[in-house]
């Protein structure tokens, strides 16, 4: 993919760069490469830019150590835009703010469909020592009853003051009501569409 950018559509050599966290989705600030600050922010794994104000190679967090560490970039596609994904150690903004939009930078649903699409590899792959695949295997009934378990768990967990147990429930339910969806041929983006229409009524 890397080889479809074509930094001499800009008449400077200068291609806007989107950051967003490869986490929350959230988008934190947009920044110029050329060619040079591409090939070293592909050799660092940490994201580098050219600065227009200082004319020069400037490499997010060199001052203030909020380095941008890259997860993954994409072009579009005329080739002349770049969307990087990164983790951000710390705020990005130089005001002390998560994003040079002004936003909050939290949430991390994003990787619930990360993991949607290895449960649902795991259905068409199955793996010899996977347990989702174990579940895939023993069918419907066992995966039902495994949400039911996790769920009696999870109550009984909610009526404690252990708040690293309760959150273990809580992710166990989640992943096996993950599987039973994808048993079921169906994702989180249909349940969110009940809730949205079910908000609007409200």
């Not at 150590?65 to 990164?86: M, S």
């Not at 449960?119 to 199955?126: C, G, M, S, T, W």
């Not at 769920?151 to 992943?175: P, T």
């Not at 969806?181 to 609007?200: A, F, P, S, T, W």
Request: a negative charge.
């Amino acid at each position: 993919m890397n080889s479809d950018i074509n930094f001499d559509k800009s008449p400077d050599g200068l291609l806007p760069a989107v950051i967003q966290d490869a986490e929350t989705g959230k988008v934190l600030m947009l920044g110029y490469m050329n060619r040079e600050a591409h090939e070293k922010t592909l050799a660092e794994n940490i994201v580098t830019f050219f600065s227009r104000s200082k004319q020069r190679l400037w490499t997010k967090g060199e001052t203030s150590g909020n380095f941008l560490h890259v997860r993954e970039i994409l072009v579009d596609c005329d080739g002349d835009t770049l969307l990087i994904k990164a983790a951000p150690v710390g705020p990005v903004c130089h005001t002390g703010a998560d994003t040079c939009f002004q936003e909050v930078n939290q949430g991390k649903g994003q990787f619930l469909n990360y993991l949607q699409s290895i449960i649902q590899d795991r259905k068409v792959n199955p793996a010899e020592e996977s347990y989702t695949t174990t579940l895939f295997n023993r069918g419907v009934n066992k995966i039902a009853q495994k949400v039911g378990e996790e769920a009696v768990e999870l109550v009984i967990e909610a009526k404690d003051n252990n708040d690293d147990l309760f959150r273990g429930e809580a992710a166990d339910l989640l992943f096996h009501f993950l599987v039973l969806l994808e048993h079921k041929n169906m994702n989180l983006d249909d349940i969110v569409g009940v809730l949205q229409r079910r908000h609007i009524k409200q």
